[in-house]
């Protein structure tokens, strides 16, 4: 039988592709109203350059070592620049859409997955570190961790570990990346002192907005067809999302009497995370469960963290690591063949060895990206300094780094203006033209 | 001849520029500051951390004035600054040394006046008037 391409299934994962991608904008926003003021720009930067730098490696040979012919750990450069990757689809990955669209669908996880670990080492790692970090780490971790889970073939695909969307490909990786990644770099300066607070907090809930957006595309559009699996995905991804928020709230109530909008953003990404992995194998009901422990986990987890010395600047492991690694294991729990066949039962429907899969999937994703991601800041240590100087972290990197800065408020320094950069006077149209009606 | 200077909320600088106005005093200098008088803390919580305020937000007016204008300048900002709250402000009058119109070199009393102040903002609207009608 030729595989036929159907066009319903075609348009979702087409529009899919185009969500994940707006969830990369939408992450910038979210990380970028969290920092300083002085480091907006710096922040912003890294996640798109992640898109651009992550999808051009994923045309030359990423999509190849992640999904192209190979072993069960790693795939070969058969498909490298795309070659092989055409109209025709693929019937190991998604059978109804051409093998093209699946893709460039694949080609936003990756960088997003990347773009969510900078929010550790915001303020403070230097740039031209950064890119470098992001093109080895999504070649030696990303791409290796996708064939595992995800590639035909791949070791835990085979074991039957469940992962929907990308719990452990993307999240407990990231997650797991961020926290070593911190931890080598170190604290930033002010830290001790306090005061780290956000710049721009409606940023911050544009940003999560968007991720939420867009995550309907990251989990439904992981159906790979127009379905009524994407229609669950799409369900249980909304009402975790929901759960998860009205449960932060909740807790902060608890807490501080006060309900906080960073917090409720932040509840909502959470559920998000922690429902990626489970969003085809369970209920709406699992889903709401799933969602409001997460939001509890992780919740106490920053709390936790608040009082370490580790500055995982924007609680990039608690809101990914803790909550990709509770989505994966309540996966084990929750999933049921009622809800989708070609899944499998978890804990609850009598089958407590899925549970152990899916520990087993979460440890070998923690083990993969902890060791490369420590391995890729030692030899990048061992080139180049990889951390902003202290006169140049206080001064924020959007200067030091890019020579911009993301808001001119007119305040007493800026009237007082600069000189020319190298005795050229620069004349802006409007003083032309008032010039000219002085002469006339 | 004094220098008045009020540190205000800046939700009464409306209500205290009005005042002001009302009793003829038209020179200010206003700026935004920041500073700790006997109010409560306020405190914000971002994720795991929490922080203390301990600087709140004012507006600062400068204004010298002569002495027969002293004490209407510092009835105006009491009556409309003051909520009866604890952050109502504080007022400090200081004795000035000298005073110089910088446009017209004029010294003290007469560079302070808000009646020479009006009649130059009169004479200038009238010049304005001309100039449209010419």
Redesign the interface.
């Known amino acids: 039988m030729t595989p036929t391409i159907s066009a319903g299934d075609t348009a979702w994962v087409l529009i899919s592709t185009a969500l994940v991608m707006l969830m990369v904008p939408g992450l910038a926003l979210f990380y970028g109203g969290l920092v300083r003021q002085k480091n907006a720009l710096n922040t912003f930067m890294m996640s798109l350059s992640a898109l651009a730098l992550v999808t051009v490696q994923w045309v030359l040979g990423g999509y190849s070592i992640a999904f192209g012919p190979g072993s069960s750990l790693v795939g070969g450069l058969s498909w490298w620049g795309l070659a092989n990757v055409g109209a025709a689809p693929n019937a190991a990955y998604a059978a109804t859409v051409p093998h093209l669209a699946f893709a460039a669908f694949q080609a936003m996880f990756a960088a997003i997955t990347v773009a969510l670990i900078s929010g550790a080492v915001v303020e403070r790692l230097r740039f031209s570190a950064y890119l470098l970090f992001a093109l080895a780490w999504t070649t030696l971790v990303y791409d290796p961790l996708a064939r595992w889970v995800w590639g035909d073939g791949g070791w835990l695909r085979s074991l039957g570990a469940l992962d929907f969307a990308g719990g452990t490909v993307v999240h407990v990786s990231a997650g797991t990346a961020a926290l070593v990644a911190a931890l080598m770099l170190g604290r930033r300066h002010a830290i001790a002192r ?5 710049h721009n907090v409606p940023f911050t809930l544009l940003g999560a907005g968007l991720l939420w957006f867009g995550w309907f595309g990251f989990n439904a559009g992981s159906a790979l067809s127009a379905s009524a699996l994407a229609v669950t995905a799409l369900v249980n991804t909304h009402a975790a999302a929901a759960a998860a928020l009205a449960c932060w709230l909740f807790l ?1 109530l608890m ?2 009497r ?1 309900t ?1 909008a ?2 409720a953003a ?1 509840g909502a990404i959470v559920g998000l995370v922690a429902i990626t992995p489970a969003a085809g194998f369970v209920t709406p009901r699992a889903a709401l469960v799933i969602g409001a422990l997460a939001a509890a986990t992780v919740y106490v987890a ?6 370490t010395k580790i500055d995982d600047a924007l ?1 990039v492991f608690a809101c990914h690591g803790v909550a990709g690694i509770l989505g994966a294991l309540l996966t084990g729990v929750f999933a049921t063949k009622a809800v989708n066949p070609a899944g499998a039962d978890g804990l609850l429907a009598g089958n407590a060895a899925q549970l152990g899969v899916q520990a087993l999937a979460v440890a070998a994703t923690m083990a993969l990206s902890g060791a490369f991601t420590a391995g890729i800041i030692v030899t990048l240590r061992a080139l180049m300094p990889i951390r902003a100087s202290l006169g140049d972290e206080l001064t924020g990197l959007d200067a030091t780094e890019h020579g911009e800065e993301a808001y001119h408020t007119g305040d007493i320094g800026e009237i007082a203006g600069g000189g020319p950069l190298g005795g050229v006077i620069l004349i802006h149209a409007d003083e032309e033209s008032e010039a000219e009606t002085v002469a006339a | 001849m004094k220098l008045i200077t009020a540190v205000i909320r800046p939700d009464r600088l409306r209500e205290v520029k009005e005042a002001l106005f009302r009793v003829g005093v038209t020179g200010m200098t206003l700026s935004r500051v920041s500073g700790h008088g006997g109010e409560r803390e306020i ?9 203390v305020l301990e600087f709140r937000e004012k507006v600062r007016i400068e204004a010298a004035v002569s002495e027969p204008f002293v004490e209407p300048t510092i009835r105006a900002i009491v009556s409309a600054a003051r909520t009866g709250e604890v952050g109502d402000g504080k007022i400090f009058v200081q004795d000035l040394d000298r005073v110089i119109r910088i446009r017209t070199g004029e010294c003290d009393g007469a560079a302070l006046t808000p009646v020479t102040a009006d009649m130059v903002q009169a004479r200038a609207r009238q010049a304005q008037v001309e100039e449209v009608a010419s």
Not at chain 1, 194 to 198: D, E, F, I, K, Y
Not at chain 1, 302 to 307: D, E, F, I, S, V
Not at chain 2, 43 to 51: F, I, P, T
């Open positions: 306090g005061g780290l607070v956000p902060d807490r501080s006060r906080t960073v917090g932040t920053m709390q936790l963290r608040a009082r609680d | 405190v914000e919580h971002y994720r795991g951390s929490a922080l």
